[in-house]
């Protein structure tokens, strides 16, 4: 009896045997015709160490029990001197968008991620609540209501020139992202990612040019920042240099056809983003019983069991949760029904202003 292998499709994670005996250089998924490069013995062998982990962390997930959550009057941390004062190495972003004026389009998890984000960093990674800058449409100081405007001087006062070689930034994004055509030939694709402020009818559309020169030319020497993007169309929004294919194990360049150089002054911008530039994101309660998106609450779970995994681990073992996820069918809202036909049909991507081994940088926010 000939003896078979699974890889997931990277472009709509359906799981495929490929037989252990086979010499041909791909294969062709059946229900999206993308052509998969056949990773070799080295390559399957690598990840054969987490397995063991991916299954603590599976049954991790199966046994977390649902559990309710009291909101506090607002997320920022307001000392007696003022709002937010610079004092420490870390200093965070963190956004979530409920849209809660367009009922078409309400999202319901995206302040349960903020939470969650903002309990990650400070219990984890030992940020400084008053150095955490939190956006959302419950924050009862105008200056934190996540509008274009008010986005933008956030993501001014995380990188402004106070910082210095050593700095941890993080940006975290959660709410709705769109596409719209690209007329400066940045983009390999022809499109721009953006994402939307609560007020994007009125004051338009953050886009990935903005972003990037907002939060990445600025970074100095020494200075690392990640941006986590829970949005659809979100796999580029930085417009990064460099992008990572999880299923080919390697780098492929995505600089701008028109030459600008989009790169860091000196420091390091990575981005996690929630799936593909073509694809959409989910909001979902298929984890806890909670209203949250999908990557940053397994981005969130893996981090808490494993804290410091590569950067090649954290994505390996996310893929393998949304899989294990999509064979149990636990999408349970109609309209994500209607959109991923009962799966989560997103890829997380990992982008970075440089090339690094995936598998020995270790992530520390």
Request: net charge positive; with cysteine; hydrophobic share 35%.
């Amino acid at each position: 009896m000939e003896v078979g292998r699974t890889i997931p499709c990277s472009r709509c994670r359906q799981r495929l045997v490929v037989k252990t005996t086979t010499k041909d250089a791909g294969v062709v998924c059946p229900l999206c015709c993308n052509v998969l490069p056949i990773p070799n013995e080295g390559q399957t062998n690598q990840s054969q160490g987490l397995r063991s982990r991916i299954r603590t962390f599976g049954s991790h997930m199966k046994s977390k029990m649902h559990h309710s959550t009291v909101t506090p009057p607002s997320l920022n941390y307001q000392p007696a001197s003022g709002p937010n004062p610079i004092t420490s190495s870390k200093r965070a972003v963190l956004c979530g968008i409920t849209y809660n004026n367009w009922k078409r389009y309400k999202l319901k998890g995206t302040v349960n991620d903020v939470r969650n984000m903002r309990d990650l960093l400070i219990t984890r990674f030992g940020y400084p609540r008053e150095c955490i800058r939190v956006l959302t449409e419950e924050e009862t100081d105008q200056r934190f209501i996540p509008t274009r405007k008010n986005i933008e001087d956030s993501l001014r006062w995380l990188v402004n020139d106070e910082c210095q070689s050593g700095d941890s930034l993080v940006f975290f994004f959660s709410g709705h992202g769109l596409r719209q055509p690209d007329f400066n030939n940045d983009e390999l694709d022809g499109f721009d990612e953006t994402i939307c402020p609560v007020d994007f009818r009125k004051a338009g559309l953050i886009v990935d040019n903005d972003l990037n020169s907002l939060i990445v030319r600025p970074l100095r020497k020494g200075v690392t920042l990640h941006a986590i993007v829970d949005a659809c169309h979100s796999g580029t929004i930085l417009d990064l240099p460099n992008v990572y294919c999880s299923l080919e194990k390697k780098w492929k360049d995505n600089s701008p056809p028109s030459g600008v150089d989009k790169r860091a002054n000196g420091g390091l911008a990575i981005s996690i983003s929630a799936c593909l530039d073509d694809q959409a994101a989910a909001d979902t309660s298929a984890f806890n019983g909670e209203m949250n998106g999908a990557l940053t609450y397994l981005l969130a779970e893996v981090l808490k069991k494993l804290p410091g995994p590569t950067y090649g681990d954290l994505f390996d073992l996310i893929h393998e949760t949304f899989d294990n996820v999509n064979q149990g069918c636990l999408v349970n809202t109609r309209i994500l029904r209607r959109i991923f036909g009962n799966r989560l049909s997103q890829t997380p991507l990992l982008s970075s202003s440089d090339k690094f081994d995936v598998y020995k940088r270790h992530l520390f926010l």
